[in-house]
């Protein structure tokens, strides 16, 4: 899969004043395995597959830093760790509203997506959110590669995203 990085090389002005309607946001930590899952996911992507008007965002771990980009998108969708107990691997799609709506199971950075929800939600600029979690076992400190179920998962979440933003456009 080739990886379009070009994306990637937006200024926030630039990124915030592009007319983008849908945000693909990856959250987590790069640097402690499968926890960063969802940053794995925005840097293997091929952005060429998606519709124009799409922006796409290494959201790290998440925060009051990420408001402004979530603000100004009408769409989010993000994709991210958790660890709920179920399989390894497995894929599962949340339409949160409020932050109590976020699973409890976030990993490591819970609360900042949880406050930033929030805060969308107290300044009445909350966008529809569309929340893909991938099941995860465990985190691994200093550790940047993904275990085998987990990398699985990428190629099938992007086929998830693809159709979900397909999906949106022809909705509006």
């Known amino acids: 899969m080739e990886n379009n990085t070009e994306t990637f090389q937006y200024t926030t002005d630039k990124f915030l004043s592009s007319g983008n309607d849908i945000l693909i946001l990856g959250i987590g930590n790069y640097l402690m395995g499968d926890e960063g899952v969802g940053v794995q996911f925005i840097h293997h992507l091929d952005t ?3 519709p124009e008007n799409v922006s796409f ?3 790290g771990t998440g925060g009051f830093t990420l ?3 979530i603000e100004s998108h009408p769409h989010v969708i993000i994709v991210d760790a958790t660890m709920d107990e179920k399989e390894e691997g497995t894929i599962t799609l949340l339409k949160p509203k409020f932050s109590d709506d976020f699973p409890i199971s976030l990993s490591g950075h819970n609360f900042g ?4 929800v929030d805060i969308l939600s107290f300044m009445d600029k909350m966008p529809n959110i569309y929340l893909f979690t991938i099941t995860i076992s465990k985190m691994e400190p ?3 590669e993904l275990s085998p179920k987990v990398a699985e998962a990428i190629p099938k ?3 998830m995203v693809l159709d979900l933003v397909q999906k949106i456009r022809k909705e509006n």
């Open 48 to 50: 060429t597959e998606f």
């Open 57 to 59: 965002l290494d959201g």
């Open 67 to 69: 408001v402004p980009y």
């Open 113 to 116: 997506l949880k406050d930033m």
């Open 142 to 144: 200093m550790y940047l």
């Open 157 to 159: 979440v992007t086929e």
